[in-house]
């Protein structure tokens, strides 16, 4: 028997809809998956085996055919778990709601509970601003992630804590009403809490006069000077006197962070600027953005915020020269052999320097 469900990957921050085909047919005991899946997704199937099992369904001994459509897009992450296992079970006839207008996202864990992902902002926020009708579209998510979901307006949220409780709703109906959209309220929060207020600083006028011109105008800014002078706490404190986010920008900036899995603790929505400090011996790719899947950098991170590069003469000359693009175009563009993602890198560049080496 056929079944086919919907979800959701993420190509830097641009979601793309994957249809998981699961076929159940008799056979020798098998769990074939084809479509171009990476280790996270390919090593789902133990996942998804224990799973059903310690839920109490039955996992068929009979051949499993699992097809990620379109086959010529590189699946990442562990949040095909959920689809998977629920085409298994309804090509087994152990689902039998209608999942036609349902997209799954989520990690699966030995015991059945639901594991939180990365990316699911970006991933509802690709789906409400589809071509489809998105009224008539639900979408569920782990319980962990429901209140990062609520930010996006347009599309039917669900939150669920673990496999059973899926089937239970799905064959059932859901007792639930969707999450509630959370309105953008322009609320200022602490999310990066190691910045310095300006008006703190004594003295130092003449840099604090460039500074604010910096953030008035969103320039770059280099500080050089001896040790001990002030410059590492006067860049820390330029995302103080920077001008709020709005709710465009904040949107853009909690992205990033969800992908990058980086989101602080119980934050689901970044209003603070954010504040980057790479140290010199950080990688290129760290700082540009790279790796298998590509993932944001430290550029990409501060975008909307503050990238203070200390000591920058001590950077390579390869990460100063790859600074160049993106401080132009106001993006990274990653290109790999697989294909390429562009993050946007707008942000103001600070920088210092001792006078000389030496420091004579």
């Known amino acids: 028997m056929l079944a086919r469900i919907h979800s959701v990957v993420l190509e830097g921050l641009t979601a793309k809809t994957i249809e998981v085909e699961v076929d159940v047919s008799n056979g ?28 109490g369904y039955d996992f068929p001994l009979r051949r ?4 990620l459509a379109p086959a010529d897009v590189r699946k990442e992450g562990s949040g095909l778990d959920i689809p998977i296992a629920l085409g298994i079970l309804a090509a087994t006839g152990q689902v039998t709601g209608c999942l036609e207008s349902w997209f799954f996202v989520g990690e699966l864990a030995l015991d059945g509970s639901i594991r939180p992902v990365s990316g699911i902002l970006a991933m509802v926020w690709g789906l409400a601003h589809s071509t489809r009708e998105t009224e008539h579209m639900k979408f569920l998510v782990p319980e962990a992630n429901k209140a990062e979901a609520s930010r996006i307006q347009g599309i039917k949220v669900y ?40 008006s703190v600083i004594k003295g130092q006028r003449s840099a604090k006069r460039a500074m604010e011109i910096s953030a008035a105008g969103g320039h770059n800014l280099v500080f050089i000077g001896p040790p ?21 920008e904040s949107l853009e900036t909690t992205m990033i962070y969800s992908v990058a899995g980086a989101l602080p603790d119980r934050v689901t929505w970044l209003t603070r600027r954010p504040f980057r400090t790479p140290h010199h011996h ?20 501060a975008h909307n915020g503050v990238l203070f590069m200390d000591e920058w003469p001590e950077f390579s000359r390869d990460v100063l020269e790859a600074f160049r693009q993106p401080l132009e175009d106001g993006k990274v563009t990653i290109a790999r052999l697989g294909g390429s993602v562009t993050y946007p890198s707008r942000m103001i560049l600070i920088c210092s320097s001792n006078p000389c080496p030496c420091m004579e």
């Not at 639930?176 to 953008?184: A, K, N, S």
């Not at 290129?284 to 950098?297: E, F, K, Q, V």
């Open 282 to 301: 950080t990688t290129l790719s760290a700082l540009i953005g790279g790796g298998r899947p590509p993932r944001p950098g430290e550029i990409t991170l």
């Open 28 to 55: 020798l005991p098998a769990f074939d998956m084809v479509g171009l899946p990476a280790t996270a997704v390919r090593e789902a199937r133990e996942r998804v085996r224990s799973a059903i099992r310690n839920s």
């Open 159 to 198: 939150g669920a804590t673990n496999l059973t409780s899926v089937v239970e709703m799905l064959n059932h109906g859901f007792r639930e009403d969707p999450i509630l959209h959370t309105r953008w309220e322009g609320e200022v929060q602490p999310d990066f809490g190691d910045t310095i207020d300006l």
């Open 228 to 248: 001990g002078t002030g410059k590492t706490m006067l860049a820390r404190s330029m995302p103080g006197i920077l001008p709020p986010m709005t709710e465009t």
């Open 64 to 67: 499993i055919t699992v097809n």
